[in-house]
Every structure is written in structure tokens, then in C-alpha cells.
């Protein structure tokens, strides 16, 4: 199986701040990199795939790069509705596997 | 809109077996695969497999080969996922997620989510 690492597991930011989540494939996934943002008790939504196509309505503020094993979602401005936890996950074979999860909270 | 409409909340003992639905509407239900993911209480997200709502034909993840079904009624565009031989490790919410079809090749991302069910197994 493909393992995704993320780092780091949880971070505090303040509004405006640039944050950077970072994840890692344990092999080459080529682009195939999905993240997702999960709000508490809500399910996950997809926010970027490609590793760095934004999905429709996500605002532009929210930017994937990588591709082979290493991979950045960047939030360039961080906005008070953007708490919550952010998962990538690898779409290049099954089973599909995703990271653990960075927890995001405002400070 | 594409909506993905689950059953409710589940208590199950274990060593019994639970069958979850998944209704979907506003899209074309036969070309798109429906999978499932669960979620433990406080933890990160896994895979189970997925279903070609048009042939039927299934990927299980392989820790859950030989316990896990998954099945379509498309005349009413609902897809069941069922779990045998529960324990209470598989205590979760259980989401269904459609496939976001961009073109991968491979497998495609997840959107939208369905609402989630949750299955608490205990004695």
C-alpha cells in the first residue's frame, strides 16, 4: 500500500497568516493528489485535485504544488472559516490511501 | 444538485452484520462510481472500496475482502455498503463519496460526501 505522510499533525495560525501542509507519498504518485478539508462532525469536501487543480467555489487563496512524493497545500491568507482538517490523499492505485490529517485551528 | 442521502445511525452487536444506503440524485446515476470511506471517532480517514453503479462491478480494499458488499438498486439510485462480522473496531461514521470525474486515468477524487452514518458496534 501507498503510505501519505502529512506534517505537521496540527498547527495554529492567526488570521492572515501563510500556512503550509506538507505531504509525502512513501512512492511516485506522479500528480495523482488529492486534499481535502474536514470541518468537526461535517464530512470531508474536496478542496484541490491534480495536486494543484482547485475544485469549483474553493477560494483562490488555497494553492497545491508537488508531484512523484512530495506535495504543499499552501493557504496564502488564512481566513477564520479555514479551521478544520486538512487530508491528501493518493488517487494513483489502490487501495486509495490518505494521510493523517492536519488539524488547523486559529488563533 | 448532486446530493448524496444517507441512512441513519446503526447499533449493532458484535459478530453481526450492518447494510448501510446511500440514496444519490441530481446527476445521471450509472456514470459515476460511489465509494466508501469510514472514520473512526477522532481519527483519519479510510478507504473501503467503490462500486461502477453501471456494471456493478466492485473494488474492496483488501484488509476487508470477504466481509464487505457492496451493491447497487439503479432503479432507484441507491448503493448499499455492507459489513459482516462486526467488531468494535469498526465503531464509525461511514461516508459514501461520489467520484469527481476530471480525466485522472486511474481513480478519481471524491465529491460531493454523503452525510455520513454512524455505526457503534457493542455488546
Known amino acids: 500500500d501507498i503510505q501519505m505522510t502529512q506534517s505537521p499533525s496540527s498547527l495554529s495560525a492567526s488570521v492572515g497568516d501563510r500556512v503550509t501542509i506538507t505531504c509525502r507519498a512513501s512512492q511516485n504518485i506522479n500528480s495523482y493528489l488529492n486534499w481535502y478539508q474536514q470541518k468537526p462532525g461535517k464530512a470531508p469536501e474536496l478542496l484541490m485535485y491534480?495536486?494543484?487543480t482547485l475544485q469549483s467555489g474553493v477560494p483562490s487563496r488555497f494553492s497545491g504544488s508537488g508531484s512523484g512524493t512530495d506535495f504543499t497545500l499552501t493557504i496564502s491568507g488564512l481566513q477564520p472559516e479555514d479551521f478544520g482538517t486538512y487530508y491528501c490523499q493518493q488517487n494513483y492505485r489502490a487501495p486509495l490511501t490518505f494521510g493523517q490529517g492536519t488539524k488547523v485551528e486559529i488563533k | 444538485q448532486v446530493q448524496l442521502m444517507q441512512s441513519g445511525a446503526e447499533v449493532k452487536k458484535p459478530g453481526a452484520s450492518v447494510k448501510v444506503s446511500c440514496k444519490a440524485s441530481g446527476y445521471s446515476f450509472t456514470r459515476h462510481d460511489i465509494n466508501w470511506v469510514r472514520q473512526a471517532f477522532g481519527q483519519g480517514l479510510e478507504w473501503m472500496g467503490g462500486l461502477d453503479p453501471n456494471s456493478g462491478t466492485t473494488v474492496y480494499a483488501e484488509r476487508f475482502q470477504g466481509r464487505l458488499t457492496m451493491t447497487r438498486n439503479t432503479s432507484i439510485t441507491t448503493v448499499y455498503m455492507e459489513l459482516s462480522s462486526l467488531t468494535s473496531d469498526d465503531t464509525a461514521v461511514y461516508y459514501c463519496?461520489?467520484?469527481?470525474?476530471?480525466?485522472?486515468?486511474?481513480?478519481?477524487?471524491?465529491?460531493?460526501w454523503g452525510q455520513g452514518t454512524l455505526v457503534t458496534v457493542s455488546s
Open positions: 491534480a495536486a494543484s
Open positions: 463519496a461520489r467520484e469527481y470525474f476530471y480525466g485522472s486515468g486511474t481513480y478519481e477524487p471524491f465529491d460531493p
